[in-house]
């Protein structure tokens, strides 16, 4: 059974769980002006592979016990990254050093100043 969750709670459900298992840094940008893939990012950093792969198994289970499944679950393996993707909700687990390396946080605050007038140059 897959149950549809309002966005605004299936964010807060996963930022509970998140700090529930002990993550660095909870951050949670609305990319629902930016976007049409989600309308979260929700993005925190664990110490080690162990606890990257922990925060991921709770918060799927948090959202399994509400009757959510994601959709996709990539980087389990490793722990290094992992993605969770809920629709509504992306979820990012990192470690520290990989968070620092990609900067997502910096990358999704990259909006134009006037998005209709957006320009993109290059040198050929």
Not at 23 to 31: G, H, K, L, Q, R
Not at 52 to 73: F, H, M, Q, S, Y
Not at 114 to 123: G, H, K, L, S
């Amino acid at each position: 059974m897959n149950v549809e969750l309002a966005p605004e709670a299936l964010r807060d459900l996963v930022t509970v769980s998140l700090d529930d298992g002990k993550a660095e840094n909870i951050c949670v940008i609305d990319v629902s002006a930016l976007t049409t893939i989600t309308d979260y990012m929700v993005i925190a950093s664990g110490r080690s592979s162990r606890q990257v792969k922990a925060l991921t198994a709770r918060v799927v289970e948090a959202a399994r016990d509400r009757g959510v499944k994601p959709i996709g679950i990539e980087g389990e393996t490793t722990g290094e990254w992992v993605l969770i993707d809920f629709g509504d909700v992306i979820v990012h687990t990192m470690q520290p050093e990989t968070r620092a390396f990609y900067q997502l946080e910096k990358l999704w605050d990259q909006r134009p100043a006037n998005p209709d007038r957006m320009e993109i140059t290059w040198e050929s």
